[in-house]
């Protein structure tokens, strides 16, 4: 979008083209005086759109301060794909897999960029997991590998929260992946960046706890879009948690828990005190 004049009312086609082919643009969802509205960051002002950013899109000459509102989940999937261990360092000793493996988390569980994370009662063992997160731009099914970016709107950052007792001893990992405020996801959809080779970060409380580029991910995301949509049809809106790298720890009430994505920015939630029903 070079060249924007805030007072014009410009029209932006979304063409599901290559990745490289793109300027880079940041997308933002916002609430602001009780209206929800997408809209493109540029430095710290927002500038409205109007329309569905998977099709056509209008700038609608307004901005706003980004201090001035609250950003919401930058997108709101029909379906959230995950992938374990993805990268060799979180690996450790279990041999790579075959294929990607893949389990599904829930729309309930997203939050957003500054809001809690909130422990389900008798949760003890939560962990974070710092993930780079794609978002699909357009209908995907039997997609070939050689095609799959193509059918990347842009990239997100993502926290797949995880309680590793219940992970490791349920019969699948509803609880453990999919409660509620376990999918932290955001705080801005970028378009236009290499999602096979950015700088990938999480910390708690100021310290870092994970750092490793996509580059490392064993399963890359041509192979984990090519794969997923021979069995589920994605749709414009769609999310992808690609994994996490490294090891990760339990996180307890009051952390704060940054998760920094190159050319994206920093997904920051805090940890609430335990629910109780």
Known sequence: MKGFIASAVISVVFCATSLSAQGVTKYVRYAYNGTDSYGVLKGNAIHELRGDIFETVELTGRTVALANVKLLIPVQPSKIIA???????HLGDREPALYPGLFAKYPTSLIATGEEIVFP????????????VLVIGRRARHVSREAALDYVFGVTAG???????????????FRAKASDTFGP?????????????????????????????????FFDSSDIISYVTQFVTLEPG?????????????????DVVEIE?????????????????
Do not use: C, K
Not at 83 to 89: E, I, K
Not at 238 to 254: E, L
């Open 83 to 89: 992938v374990g261990f993805n990268y060799r360092s």
């Open 121 to 132: 009662p008798g949760a003890h063992n939560v962990h974070y997991e710092g993930e780079m």
């Open 159 to 173: 926290n797949d929260v995880s309680e590793r007792d219940w992970q490791s001893g349920d019969l699948q990992w």
């Open 185 to 217: 996801l955001g705080p801005a959809v970028v378009r236009g960046l290499n999602p096979d080779d950015l700088l990938l970060q999480t910390r708690v409380n100021g310290e870092v706890r994970q750092s490793q580029r996509t580059s490392d991910l």
């Open 238 to 254: 769609d999310v992808i948690y690609t994994g996490t790298p490294g090891a990760t720890q339990a996180m307890q009430p009051g």
């Open 261 to 277: 994505l190159e050319g994206v920015g920093i997904l920051r939630n805090t940890i609430a005190d335990a629910d109780t029903p």
